[in-house]
Each structure stands twice: as structure tokens, then as C-alpha cells.
């Protein structure tokens, strides 16, 4: 199966980030690929923190939802929809959601992130905490004989999320990292989660210097299961992609069963 990443720069205007998706998403599909990712805050990267608000969608309905089942069925591709904010019950603030569409169009999955990104150092400060609730259930779904494990940005810190999804083919992590932390820490730990859990990795980033000033790091890439970077893009808008080959995890697992020689739970 070949598998697609969409990276970004999104603006705080949501029509134009709809249409740059719109863009990307048929040139990732002409090129054969049946699983497509978007980057975290694909729809809206505001000037304000609480811009997100004014875009926020009640599960279920909404023109950001609409617009993915809509992709999906045109296109007949599976669209993991980066992340959308719906409203949370929490008074002030969303979920960080990401929606998962078949060919059909059909929601089949929903993943809220449940880490929450924290960091201060010098002039650079965030804390989604502050508007966002986490989530709390961890989810994976199937594509044909593809387990798929869904997780967003943050989450990619703690590999006790990836171990609690069970063994999958092909985990996926949109995102929207810190220019500053995606330099330290990106590459080395998504091919961490690859390498450990003998799976590919398929990463979709906003990359590149941001309306609001922000600029995030980019990079999306997808990796094997030997941690092998397959294909990447530093900055910009593109697409990355690739095949996700069974027979490869099939032979990295038998090689090397450290998936059955784990001690502890």
C-alpha cells in the first residue's frame, strides 16, 4: 500500500488552508497513494491561541468535517485528518481531534490527543492546556491487514502510548513541533518509535514561518521498520510518501523478535 504525508504552512484563514489541502490531496492521490495524513492544525494556525475557537465543529457536523468525508469520497483514499478542533465540554476549551475517513467518506476513527504540549524557554512559551482538554482512550484501526495507531505531535515523547496500541504496521503522528524542539528532538525520536516498535512511521508537520510568526520545523517524513528514512521534506508545502511493505515488517520481526522478548508490560 502506498502511504502519503501533507505538509503545510498553514495561515489563520480557514478557506485557504482548504484549498492548499484540497491541492495537496489530489497530487498525493495521482500519485497512487491510498492512505493520506494532514499535519496537526491544518485548518487553522491563528494569530491568537483562542483563534481555534472560532472554527471549532460539534462532532459530527460542521464544514471542516464535511470537507474531509468529502475528500475521501472523491478522491477514494483513506484520510487521517490531521487534527480539528471540536468543542470539549470543558467551558473554553476543544479537543484536539483527529478524524478518520475511508474511501467512502465514512468516519471510522477518533483519536483527542492526550498529551499536552508544555515549553518555556526564553521569549518562546506555549501551553495547550490552557484551551485544550486531553483526550483519554488510545485508538488504532485496520486497513485491510494494516493496524493503523493513531497519535498527535506531543504524544510522540512517550512510548508508552505506542506500546499500550498493541503491534501495529504503521503508526502516524501529525504535528505542528517547535522549530526549536523539532531541531533537538524530531528525527531521532520518530525513528525511536519506528525502530522499537519494528513498524513504519509516517509523519505529517507544518513547516515553515507562520502568519502569527511561528515557525514550526517541518520534516515530514515517512520511516521503516529498520528506521530508515524513506523519503522527508525539510520546509514548505509537499508531499512525502512511499510503500508500506508487510513483507519488510514480516522480516525485521523475524530477524530481530524483540517484540517477543520484551519482560515487562
Known sequence: M???????????????????????????????AQLLLLPEYWPVMGVHERDKFLVAEQHGTGPI????????????????????????????????????????????????????????????????????????????FDVGLVKVGLSVCYDLRFPELYRAMGECSLLVVPAAFTHTTGQAHWEILLRARAIENQCYVLASAQGGIHVNGRRTWGHSMLIDPWGKIIDELAEGEGVVGGELDLANIGAVRMSLPALKHRKLA
Do not use: C
Open 2 to 32: 502506498k502511504i502519503a504525508a501533507i505538509q503545510m504552512v498553514s495561515t489563520p484563514v480557514l478557506q485557504d488552508n482548504m484549498a492548499t489541502v484540497e491541492r495537496l490531496l489530489q497530487q498525493a492521490a495521482s500519485s497512487g
Open 65 to 140: 468535517q464535511a470537507f474531509l468525508t468529502e475528500q475521501a469520497r472523491q478522491l477514494g483514499v483513506w484520510i487521517i485528518g490531521g487534527t480539528i478542533p471540536l468543542l470539549s465540554t470543558e467551558p473554553d476549551k476543544v479537543l484536539n481531534t483527529t478524524l478518520v475517513f475511508n474511501p467512502q467518506g465514512e468516519l471510522v476513527a477518533r483519536y483527542d490527543k492526550i498529551h499536552l504540549f508544555g515549553f518555556t524557554k526564553g521569549d518562546e512559551s506555549y501551553e495547550e492546556s490552557r484551551t485544550i482538554t486531553p483526550g483519554q482512550q488510545v485508538v488504532t
